[in-house]
Every structure is written in structure tokens, then in C-alpha cells.
């Protein structure tokens, strides 16, 4: 393709924006993302980590290790005040890695790097024009770029959303919270209370001179950028002292409105990320969010350029990741609330709390969070089908290797685990026959029988559970690896465990 040609061009390079150009990248599409902000500029530390379900994937792809190295596994759910520990959870990963966002985009941006991915950083998606063949995307600097699809990473403003003419349906904001970074020359109360209004917290940063101050307004404000003299006042309001906050070198608004797009896809342009969904903070959501929105669509949107697969084959894309972010938009409104503490609230909070304690609900619960019960509904069978598959340890005629290790290059994967020799010797995916070592665990359902064979899309979830026999396997081969029907369920659903 010429300078000016690219198969995708993401806008955004965000977490979103950023994993899905390593997933192309990968599989050898030719992408280019366009970046408002220049390298490394993200003002603040942002977000604050990744779930289980999302270290998972890193971990698929091998750089989960380049992450763990700068961030600090901890046990944070809570629910009300319930605290939801994952730590008897069958994954390699049983935990939230705490590590600031500005660190989270610098490695996704030195791997991409890696990968040879062209960023046009300084610059921002102004518009777009798409035909039946692809998108004229415009810039602010630099002529129009074209390409087959335009992928909309660009947070919940997204002017690609907009552009599109996709709706943007939710819930309007109830509360608003100042986020600031920034010096006190007098020694703060830190630590988090909660009042009739919310949450508020104070903490001290790596730098040991910095604070982090979260404060949740008395009134809704929304618009205009807040200003270092209403962040004095909050605090005032709240602690009754500023105690001497300095100029930020980071201050924000968010609110807890909540809204899902209408749809995810609109021709060849669609979304991912916060342009597709946003919602109030609590419980660190949406990093996760995105960067499996990213892994969905990546293996997917190279197999239609490519031509591997039929244009369909993205409406598998909204369908399965769309109930996703609905649920958590639930979970997200239902936690706000639960941090309000009146004399009322503060009762709820209580109940609450005593039954999410329970044993049944702390697994329900934290396997909901943190992305581990995830099934896409693919069909009746197995309880493996439509869930990710387990991180085994494997022996094979080449030695032992953990099946992550066999998704690094993002590629489809067909396990043989018994003697019975599979006929797919013309098939696009990687065959390995092994021999499992240990139980078939799934987070939430528990034991499961063993399979004779799976077949493993490149995002981690198996599409194909083998019992013995190949009923089946042709099928699933065509639908996702090959020109066959695609499995677009008018429900769409992906359920919980």
C-alpha cells in the first residue's frame, strides 16, 4: 500500500487503541493509529490497572510478564464492603495488577513499536468519508489517509462515533467527582471516607510528594474544566482544610453517566474502548473493557482483510462483546450507589455486603468483575464452549508448554488431547497434540470433563469442544477460520457463568 494507504486506521492511542494495533499488527495487517496527544503524553496517572481476565490476555500474548515487572498484584473487589477475594480462582492470574495508566500505555506503546506500527502522534481523526470499497479518513494535519475500516478508539467523545451517526444511549450523570495530583504543604488526612455524597480520598504517590485527591461534589457539574479554587473549596467542604494543595499538576471532572452505543458498528467504521461505552469508575472497569473489546475485533477484522473471512464475520464483534459492557455498565451504576452513606444507605450498604460475602456470591460476584466467567453464547454443549480456555500445562511430542504460551502470535489453535487422529490437515490453524496435566477448572462452575479436543480462537475462547468424535469441527472451522455462515445469534448474547 501506498504512504497514504492502510488496511485499518485506528484514532485513538489509548489502551484500546494500542492493544488492537498489536493485534493486527500480529496478524500481519497493515495498520497506522492517529494520536492526538504526542509519545508518552498522558496527563496524570489516569486508570489504575488491569482485572484478571485482561492479564490473561496479555499473558496469551506473552508480554504479561513486561506489566507484572512495574505493577503490584492486590486483592481490591469489594462490594459494598464485602472484600471478594479471587485467590482460590483456577487461573494463573487470580488477582487486580495495580499499575497507573500512564505506565500501562507506555509498554503498550513500546510494544507496538516493536511491531513496527506506524503512530501519527500530534494529530487527531477530523471526519471521514466511507464507500463500499473503504474509508477516506480526514486529519488535522496531513492528507486524507485511506483505508478498508476505520476503528474508533477515541474515548467517550469519539468523533468517530459521532461522524458515524451511532446513538449513544444511557443514563445522565447524578454526581460528579474532582480527580486531582498535586502537593499539600500541610500533611493531609489520608485514606478514603465515604459520606451522604460519596466517596473522597487522599493519597500519597510514588514520588512521596504528591497526593492524589478524589472528592466527590456536592452538586452535579459537568462541561468546563475545574479550576484549582474549586478544588480548595471541595476540600474545604470535606475535610475542612485544603491543607495548602498547590498548583495540580493533573485536575478533572468525571461523573457517573453511563452510556452504551446503540450499536458497534456502522459499514466499514466501528468502536471500541470508551467510545463505546462509558460509566462511572468504581471497581476499574473500563482499561479491562477495552483491551478485550481489542482482542475481540483484532483477530476478526485481520481475517476480513485478509479475505479469509466474509464482512460478517465483525457482527460477531457487537454481539458478543456488547452484553459484556452492558453488564458492567450494571455493576457499575449499582457500586456508585453503594457508596453513598446516609443512615438509609449505610443499612443497604450492610445487607448488602453480608450477602455478597457469601461464598456462592463472592464467586459469582468477583468472577463477574473481573472478566473471568465471561461465555459467549455459542451454542448449547460443553461447559467449555464459548468460555476461555484454561492456561493447562501441556506435554507435547516437543516438550512441556502452558497453552498461552501456544497463543502468542494470535493465531487459531486445534488441541488433539487424545490418540484419535484429527483429519484437518488442510485446516488455517495450528494443531498440537498434547496430553493435559491436571483437572479442567473453570472459574465459578468448577470441574469440568475432559474434552478429547478444542478448538481455541486467537482471543482465547473455544469454539469447538471435541467428544470423542470430529462431529462439529468442520463447521466451526469454516464459520470462523474459513468463509462459512457466521454464528451471529439474534440474542448476541455472551452470559455470565
Known amino acids: 500500500m501506498g504512504a497514504d494507504e492502510h488496511a485499518v486506521v485506528v484514532a485513538g492511542g489509548g489502551p484500546t487503541g494500542l492493544m488492537l494495533a498489536a493485534e493486527l499488527a500480529l496478524a500481519g495487517i497493515d495498520v497506522a493509529v492517529v494520536e492526538r496527544r504526542g509519545d508518552h503524553e498522558l496527563e496524570g496517572s489516569r486508570a489504575g490497572g488491569f482485572h484478571a481476565r485482561t492479564i490473561e490476555v496479555l499473558d496469551q500474548r506473552g508480554v504479561a510478564g513486561r506489566f507484572l515487572a512495574e505493577g503490584q498484584p492486590v486483592q481490591v473487589f469489594t462490594f459494598g ?38 503512530v501519527l502522534s500530534r494529530n487527531a481523526v477530523l471526519g471521514f468519508r466511507q464507500d463500499a470499497a473503504g474509508v477516506d479518513v480526514h486529519l488535522a494535519e496531513g492528507g486524507p489517509l485511506r483505508a478498508q475500516y476505520l476503528v474508533g478508539c477515541d474515548g467517550g467523545r469519539s468523533l468517530v462515533r459521532k461522524a458515524a451517526g451511532i446513538g449513544f444511549p444511557g443514563w445522565e450523570a447524578t ?179 453480608e450477602v455478597a460475602a457469601l461464598d ?66 488442510d485446516a488455517p490453524v495450528t494443531v498440537v497434540r498434547a496430553r493435559p496435566a491436571g483437572a479442567w477448572e473453570l472459574p465459578v462452575i468448577g470441574t469440568v470433563d475432559a474434552p478429547s479436543a478444542v478448538l481455541v480462537r486467537p482471543d482465547g475462547y473455544v469454539a469447538w469442544v471435541g467428544a470423542g468424535t470430529e462431529d462439529g469441527l468442520r463447521a466451526a472451522l469454516g464459520t470462523w477460520f474459513g468463509g462459512g455462515s457466521c454464528p451471529h445469534r439474534q440474542d448476541g448474547a455472551a452470559v455470565r457463568a
Open 175 to 353: 454526581k460528579s467527582n474532582l480527580i486531582a495530583e498535586a502537593p499539600m504543604a500541610q500533611e493531609p488526612e489520608q485514606g478514603v471516607r465515604h459520606d451522604e455524597r460519596g466517596v473522597h480520598g487522599i493519597g500519597r504517590l510514588e514520588d512521596g510528594e504528591t497526593f492524589r485527591i478524589v472528592l466527590t461534589e456536592r452538586e452535579v457539574r459537568s462541561g468546563a474544566d475545574p479550576t484549582v479554587d474549586e478544588l480548595r473549596a471541595a476540600l474545604v467542604d470535606v475535610y475542612g482544610s485544603d491543607f495548602g494543595v498547590g498548583q495540580p499538576r493533573w485536575l478533572s471532572r468525571f461523573t457517573d453517566a453511563t452510556r452504551q452505543a446503540a450499536r458497534y458498528r456502522a459499514g466499514r467504521v466501528l468502536l471500541a474502548g470508551d467510545a463505546a461505552h462509558v460509566h462511572y469508575p468504581v471497581g476499574g472497569q473500563g482499561l479491562s473493557l477495552g483491551v478485550q473489546d481489542a482482542v475481540n475485533l483484532g483477530w476478526k477484522l485481520a481475517q476480513v482483510v485478509q479475505g479469509t473471512s466474509p464482512d460478517g464475520l465483525l457482527d460477531t464483534y457487537e454481539a458478543e462483546r456488547h452484553p459484556v459492557a452492558a453488564r458492567a455498565l450494571r455493576h457499575t451504576m449499582a457500586q456508585s450507589l453503594l457508596q453513598g452513606r446516609d443512615a438509609r444507605m449505610s443499612a443497604l450498604v450492610d445487607v448488602v455486603s
Open 360 to 425: 456462592e456470591a463472592r464467586t459469582r460476584l468477583a468472577g463477574a468483575l473481573s472478566g473471568l466467567d465471561i461465555r459467549y453464547d455459542l451454542g448449547s454443549g460443553h461447559p467449555l464452549l464459548g468460555r476461555r480456555m484454561p492456561d493447562l500445562d501441556l506435554e507435547t511430542e516437543d516438550g512441556p508448554v502452558r497453552v498461552f504460551e501456544l497463543l502468542h502470535e494470535a493465531r487459531p489453535l486445534l488441541l488433539a488431547l487424545d490418540d484419535h487422529d484429527l483429519d484437518i490437515d
Open 81 to 118: 464492603t464485602a472484600r471478594l477475594d479471587m485467590r482460590d480462582f483456577p487461573s494463573r492470574h487470580p488477582y487486580t495488577l495495580a499499575l497507573w495508566q500512564n505506565r500501562i500505555e507506555r509498554i503498550l506503546a513500546d510494544w507496538v513499536a516493536e511491531l513496527r506500527v506506524p
